[in-house]
């Protein structure tokens, strides 16, 4: 993990630099399920999918001076989770070092429990956050969420306007009994 990890507002999410993660971030048990979305298969509010892919681009964009920083750049899958346990998650996303404003926020996170209207884990990330050395960078949980049964999650990205931002994989690992 690079030098710029660090667990920010104490909402239990944190961001690691390079997208290299150490595979000891989260041993994999038996009974746990990954899921994972692209980033232009998941909702928005605001930002674009970047036309001219021919398969499409498997991420979507949000861009400084373009794009409404009022609405959610990331929303959703809204996945029912079933059983007794818990999940992580992992966002995978870019924002060009050349397209950063130093001194402002970057984006907002949450972990989102759809059905129960509860905030799970949250933090604000400023542009200061972000990694210096690398455009890219992922978002982990650092702390298991606990599954409600049957209630559908969500996780969700508000751009702020401090950076050009690219969401490219949302992946989760849920462990139930």
């Given amino acids: 993990m690079s030098d710029s990890a660090k667990t920010v507002n104490g909402g239990g999410l944190e961001i690691a630099g390079g997208m290299l993660l150490p595979a000891n971030v989260y041993p994999q048990s038996l009974g746990t399920s990954v899921l994972h979305w692209f980033g232009d298969a998941l909702g928005r509010l605001t930002g674009e999918i970047p036309p001219g ?11 400084r001076g373009r794009h409404s920083t009022a609405d959610w750049f990331s929303i959703g899958p809204y996945q029912p989770l079933d059983g007794v346990g ?8 870019l924002a060009p070092v ?24 949250s933090a604000t990330f400023s542009v200061a956050d972000l990694p210096s050395n690398s455009d890219a960078f992922a978002i982990i949980s650092v702390n298991a969420h606990s599954i409600v049964s049957g209630h559908r999650y ?7 306007g401090g950076a050009d931002l690219y969401v490219y994989l949302l992946h989760w690992e849920v462990d139930v009994l």
């Fill in 98 to 121: 050349n397209a950063r404003n130093a001194g402002q926020n970057a984006f907002y996170i949450d972990v989102y429990d759809y059905d129960g209207g509860t905030v799970l884990a």
């Fill in 86 to 93: 818990t999940f992580r998650i992992k966002m995978f996303m």
């Fill in 154 to 160: 969500e996780t969700r990205v508000r751009a702020e």
């Fill in 53 to 63: 892919y021919l398969n499409g681009p498997y991420f979507k964009q949000w861009i």
